[in-house]
């Protein structure tokens, strides 16, 4: 009976909570959206060049078909983008860690391909690939797969020495204590590579779209911006940028999820 009294007053303490964390940022988003719409008013600042965050909201309402087409198109692409980086990611470091011989030859490759502005590969990726998805998959996952492998490698090496210890004295074989032991280890470090990834990966589709594309939200930004159509211009940016925000925070509910589901997993990353 104790307990059911307590559920109304836990669940309203919560309530508390998520206020007090989310007042702060909207009573400063809105502030300043005011001061956006009176400075565009008062120093009469041309729609071409600024539109005012009404203009902005209006555009979203009007062309909403037409960006929800857009935002649907860059969302397939950053999916499909982003789960092949996983995979691409997570081979990468099991076999670096894996095989030492392969740590010491390819990583350092790795790491220096990683300086090369990926701007500049998308060109070579449509005259590789022509004007088609695999392109704009391949510079996703170029900029992605990185901070995946990087923090899995660091995952699987951080194992508990006891641990090891006590694998090999039972006679494990090193794909069984690197499958059994490391990658449960590195899991949480996977997360955090996931939730860089992710948002790397919408930066990747806008810019393939940049690039070469006739849809997406990144076709749609280039194309208004050459139209000076700038409240559709920041409509589109405004979607991409909530775009990012749901992945971003789709992952960490993934990892929260599998955090409760194996605490002890968790903890190994303390």
């Known amino acids: 009976m104790t307990g059911v009294m307590e559920r109304p007053r836990m669940r309203s303490a919560a309530s508390g909570r998520a206020w007090s964390l989310a007042w702060p940022p909207l009573l400063f988003v809105a502030f300043a959206l005011v ?13 071409y060049v600024l539109a005012t965050p009404s203009q902005i ?3 979203m309402i009007s062309a909403a078909p037409l960006l929800l087409q857009a935002a649907w198109i860059t969302t397939q692409e950053v999916l499909w983008g982003f789960l092949i980086s996983v995979v691409v990611g997570m081979l990468i470091a099991l076999v670096v860690v ?3 011989w392969l740590d010491r030859a390819v990583y350092p490759l790795i790491v220096l391909f990683q300086v090369v502005p990926k701007v500049a590969l998308a060109p070579i990726f449509i005259l590789w690939f022509g004007y088609t ?3 704009k998959l391949v ?10 492998t990087l923090n899995m490698v660091l995952g699987l090496r951080r194992i508990d020495e006891d641990q090891l210890l006590l694998m090999r004295s039972v006679g494990s074989t090193r794909n069984q204590i690197l499958f059994q032991v490391q990658v449960p280890t590195s899991l949480p470090y996977l997360f955090a590579g996931a939730r860089i990834a992710i948002t790397l990966a919408v930066i990747g589709a806008v810019v393939a779209e940049f690039a070469g594309a006739q849809n997406g939200l990144g076709y749609l930004i280039q194309f208004s911006a050459t139209q000076l159509d700038t409240p559709r211009m920041f409509a589109a940016l ?8 749901a992945f971003y925070y789709l992952i960490a509910l993934a990892e929260f999820v599998v955090a409760r589901r194996f605490p002890h997993i968790s903890h190994t990353a303390d």
């Open 35 to 47: 001061l956006w719409e009176a400075a565009v008013i008062v120093l009469k600042v041309p729609p």
């Open 98 to 100: 894996r095989f030492r």
């Open 238 to 245: 405004i979607l991409v940028s909530l775009l990012g925000l």
């Open 133 to 135: 998805l695999t392109p």
């Open 139 to 148: 510079l996703i996952v170029v900029m992605a797969f990185f901070p995946i």
């Open 57 to 59: 909201a209006g555009e």
